[in-house]
Structure formats: C-alpha cells, structure tokens
C-alpha cells in the first residue's frame, strides 16, 4: 500500500472503530495551513468533543517506526493549534473537550488491523503573553 493509501485506510479504521465505540464523527480532516484534525467525534458517553490524530504504519518492514512514535513535539504543537482553532471557529471554547489517539499497524501477511485506542492524552496549554 502506499502512503496516502495507508492514511486514508488508517482513517477509514479509526472512524469505523469509533463508531463501533458510541463516537458520532463530526468531521474528517480538518485542515488549516499549521495543521490537521483528522478525525473530531462527540463522545456519546461523556458528552466531550475529541480529536482524534490517526498514525498507521504497515508491520514487518524493518525500517518502520510504530506509530506512536510519530507523534513528535512539534505534530503536538501543529495539532494545538488546530484544536484552538477549532474550538474559536465554531464558539466551542467552553465545552468540554479532549485529545484522543489510534494507533494502526497493518499487518501485510494478513491484511488484519491491529488497532490501539488511548484516550485523553494530555496537552499542556499556555496562555502566553504578548506583553
């Protein structure tokens, strides 16, 4: 598969897998010139908002990093900021909200996702000053 097939199946996946999961999809990719949500959801169970980044990565090529260790610090930072503006676009600042993970490896013998969920991952949020 190839890259942008991978993401794309990736997202498929996860937005399947929350859907299974009492999530209802607001919206798919979310894009802004510093960033992109993939995937944003209302939790049915706690009434948050959540936004979901989807990392996928094919298994047995030696080359190959899971996909949790795509998240870097400057993807949290692109991703903040996606969040913030999000949540000033649509008047959402007050609401409850939270930042959710999916991790998928595919594995390429049998075509099987294997599919890692980790909920609330915590953002430190700064107000900084332009004093």
Known sequence: MRIGRI???GEDKATASLQDNH?????RNFQRKWG???????DKKTKELVFVEVKTRQLNYDYSL????AL???????LKRAFLSYLSQYNLEDNPW????????????????I???YEDIFLEF??????
């Not at 870097?72 to 692109?78: A, G, L, N």
């Not at 939270?98 to 049998?110: G, L, P």
Request: hydrophobic content about 35%.
């Open 7 to 9: 993401g794309s199946f």
């Open 23 to 27: 999530y209802q999809i607001i919206q």
């Open 36 to 42: 992109k949500i993939d995937i944003i959801a209302k």
């Open 66 to 69: 899971n996909p949790e260790e």
């Open 72 to 78: 870097t610090s400057k993807k949290f930072r692109c």
């Open 98 to 113: 939270r930042f959710d993970f999916i991790a998928i490896e595919i594995d390429n013998f049998s075509k099987k996702p």
């Open 115 to 117: 599919i890692r969920h």
């Open 126 to 131: 700064k107000i900084e000053s332009t004093l």
